[in-house]
Nanobody
Framework: QVQLVESGGGLVQAGGSLRLSCAAS????????MGWFRQAPGKERELVAAMSWSGGPTIYGDSVKGRFTISRANAKNTVYLQMNSLEPEDTAIYYC?????????????????WGQGTQVTVSS
């Protein structure tokens, strides 16, 4: 059974940093794409970042380019999202997601597995 468990969310002041973690279990993810999405109240879920578990290129949402970085630690079966220069507009629930295949997809509907989400709140 696939499980994705996020952690690392919290309350931070504008300009601060947080690192989110996504612990993946239940199968080998070597052929999977891993993504971070977020959803703010009243807004649609949007892509934050995605990467293939096997490495290679990454993609980012326009609003986070240059501030956020996605990475993974194979030995720990964990994907990270390093978030720097946080802004109040980054406040949302952040979700980890996975889909089979190497193509980096931006649409949330194309991802099969989801974590429960972790709240990130950025105060001004």
């Amino acid at each position: 059974q696939v499980q994705l468990v996020e952690s690392g969310g919290g309350l931070v002041q504008a300009g601060g940093s947080l690192r989110l973690s996504c612990a993946a279990s239940g199968r080998s993810f070597s052929s999977y794409t891993m993504g971070w999405f977020r959803q703010a109240p009243g807004k649609e879920r949007e892509l934050v970042a995605a990467m293939s578990w096997s490495g290679g290129p990454t993609i980012y949402g326009d609003s986070v380019k240059g501030r956020f970085t996605i990475s993974r630690a194979n030995a720990k079966n964990t994907v990270y999202l390093q978030m720097n220069s946080l802004e109040p507009e980054d406040t949302a629930i952040y979700y980890c997601a996975a889909r089979w295949g190497f193509v980096l997809q931006t649409e949330s509907a194309l991802y099969t597995y989801w974590g429960q989400g972790t709240q990130v709140t950025v105060s001004s």
